[in-house]
């Protein structure tokens, strides 16, 4: 069974703006990460955020996470058409087989 | 250093036929996976090797057998194709739990008629 769950499903904005998926889970975690899929490619990892961190930064990248909420978002500011791809929330709910389980994607479309 | 490396990229099969899967990855990796990815759909995990000599099952393992190698290389068979197992498999690798982060290789295409 899946543990995350992205939304919006898709993503439609113009180049330049600012894109925000959201990613609810239902166990406790011990991280959660977030990746990238270009179409036909395989998955590329983005960031990692731990159970005991609100928010990270990489780059254009900004993930927030809610534990009380179950709920993380990821932001990309300043899109760009090459960030037009799936993104995927994954989560690590610890235990010692490093096991990931991964939502169902958010489809991003970034506009020239 | 090529990462994770997945043949064949392409593959169709007959209902029936069986074939090998096969990865492997330079990073000197402890765990090893292999998920399948359908449309609309995230990546389901098929089978997992948390470390050289240990595979376990995963969220959909029906229908596969995996043969962890050695540290480098964990191949994924399909005994007996099925037109469900057409898919996408990706498969991936990981150091530690430390870490947590997944490297994917570029994914076999399979079609099962």
């Known amino acids: 069974s899946q543990q995350g769950e992205e939304d919006p499903q898709a993503l439609s904005i113009q180049e330049g703006e600012n894109a925000t998926m959201n990613c609810s889970y239902k166990t406790s975690i011990n991280n959660l990460q977030w990746y990238r899929q270009n179409s036909g490619r395989g998955l590329v990892h983005l960031i990692l955020?731990?159970?005991?961190?609100r928010e990270k930064h990489s780059g254009r990248l900004r993930v927030t996470l809610d534990t009380s909420k179950k709920s993380s978002s990821l932001l990309i500011t300043a899109s760009r058409a090459a960030d037009t791809a799936s993104y995927f929330c994954?989560?690590?709910?610890?235990?010692?087989?490093?096991?990931?389980?991964f939502g169902k994607g958010t489809l991003l479309t970034v506009n020239p | 250093n090529a990462g994770v490396t997945q043949t064949p990229k392409f593959q169709v099969l007959k209902t029936g036929q069986s074939m090998t899967l096969q990865c492997a990855q330079d990073?000197?990796?402890?765990?090893m996976y292999w998920y399948r990815q359908d449309p609309g759909m995230g990546l389901r995990l098929i089978y997992y090797?948390?470390?050289?000599?240990?595979?376990d099952k995963g969220e959909v393992p029906n229908g596969y057998n995996v043969s962890r190698l050695n540290k480098r290389e964990f191949s994924l068979r399909l005994e007996s194709a099925a037109p469900s197992q057409t898919s996408v498999y990706f498969c991936?690798?990981?150091?530690?739990?430390?870490?947590?982060?997944?490297?994917f290789g570029p994914g076999t295409r399979l079609t099962v008629t």
């Open positions: 991936a690798s990981s150091e530690a739990a430390a870490l947590g982060e997944q490297y």
């Open positions: 994954a989560t690590d709910s610890g235990g010692s087989n490093y096991k990931l389980t």
């Open positions: 090797s948390a470390s050289e000599g240990t595979t």
């Open positions: 990073m000197n990796h402890n765990s």
């Open positions: 955020i731990r159970s005991n961190e």
